[in-house]
Each structure stands twice: as C-alpha cells, then as structure tokens.
C-alpha cells in the first residue's frame, strides 16, 4: 500500500484506503488489506491519512475511520465502515475489481 499523492485524488478509479495513526481499528483494517495484496501481489489499494486531509474527508463526507472510499468512473460508489473480515472484503473487490479472479 502506498501513501495517495495529490495528483492521485484527480484519478477516475482508485481503491482509497483512509486511517488515523492511533486508532486500534485501522492498524486491524489495514492488516486485512496487506493480507489480499499479499495473495495478489500487487498494490491494489492506496492510503491516505485522514488527519492531514480535512478537506477531502469533509467534501467527501467521510463519516469515520477506517474507511475503504472506492471510486470508480470519477464517482464514489462505495465507503465501507465495517470492514468485518477478508472474505467481506472480497466481496467489494469482486464487484469492483473483477479482473483480479480471471485466470491467465
């Protein structure tokens, strides 16, 4: 996972992973999240630390942390508060990012 660039916010499509440093929560949402690109190898979501953007987590209406924002065709279709296990996970990236099950 890496940290999202300024430049990044403008892309159509991204998988936007939103903490805080200190809280218990996230540091469990986050390890889930390096679990599936640990399975995929590749970096599949990017991550943005709430307390230095106010500004996107207000226009956004980012309601708490963590936080997996998806957006997709220049709109957000999803924020997931209750990240609940991998497999719930999977759910969303089967819906959003289908291409990661197809087999070569």
């Not at 999240?33 to 709430?50: D, R, S």
Request: aromatic share 12%.
């Amino acid at each position: 996972m890496q940290e999202i660039k300024t430049d990044q916010l403008e892309q159509s499509e991204y998988l936007l992973y939103i903490y805080t440093p200190f809280c218990g929560t996230c540091s469990i949402a986050k390890g889930m999240l390096e679990k599936i690109e640990t399975v995929h190898k590749e970096n599949l979501f990017l991550t943005m630390n709430a307390s230095l953007h106010p500004e996107f987590m207000l226009e956004n209406e980012v309601e708490s942390v963590p936080c997996l924002l998806i957006k997709q065709k220049n709109e957000i279709k999803e924020k997931v508060y209750a990240f609940k296990s991998i497999g719930n996970l999977y759910t969303y990236l089967l819906e959003y990012k289908p291409e990661l099950f197809l087999s070569t």
